[in-house]
């Protein structure tokens, strides 16, 4: 079992900070030093193996107390967490989110995926707006037979 590079303690939160490019710094801590660690972020610069740069260490506080005005939650609270306060959240913390989201997802865009039912083309959402109207005129002219063939027709165009 790995010790707390801080106190000797048993190691519990294993951190890989990401220093530049394939630059990485790993900080194995206990519960406590890491505590210490995520929330003084002036403490970074006597965790880490190699010292670091101070002036860094100092932005990252600046960084780390920034807060959404409109729910207060703080930058450092959602690096801990992981979880954001509100929905503006996403504005007042932008520039620290977009390359972490680019570098999860790849993207900085959200494209979603489309349900199965959604019609592929415009050919066939087309057909699919014909034959709801079909099946409307089928029910008006009470003509059930012809309106359940479409209703048959329609439910098989939705699945496919």
Known sequence: MQK??????????HITE????SQFE??????QCANKYLYEPQQKANLGKGGGDLGKEGE??????AECPECGVKFVE???????????????FREELMPLLENIHGETKHCGKTPRRFPQTREHQSELTQLRNRLKQAVTKEDYEEAAKVR?????LEEA
């Not at 954001?84 to 996403?90: K, N, S, W």
């Not at 048959?152 to 098989?156: G, V």
């Open 4 to 13: 707390c590079q801080k106190c000797q303690n048993p190691a519990t939160l």
């Open 18 to 21: 990401v220093l530049g490019e």
């Open 26 to 31: 790993e900080l194995h801590l206990c519960e």
């Open 60 to 65: 990252e506080g600046l960084l780390g107390q």
């Open 78 to 92: 959602f690096r801990n967490t992981g979880r954001l306060g509100c929905p503006h959240d996403y504005q007042a």
């Open 152 to 156: 048959d027709l329609i439910k098989h």
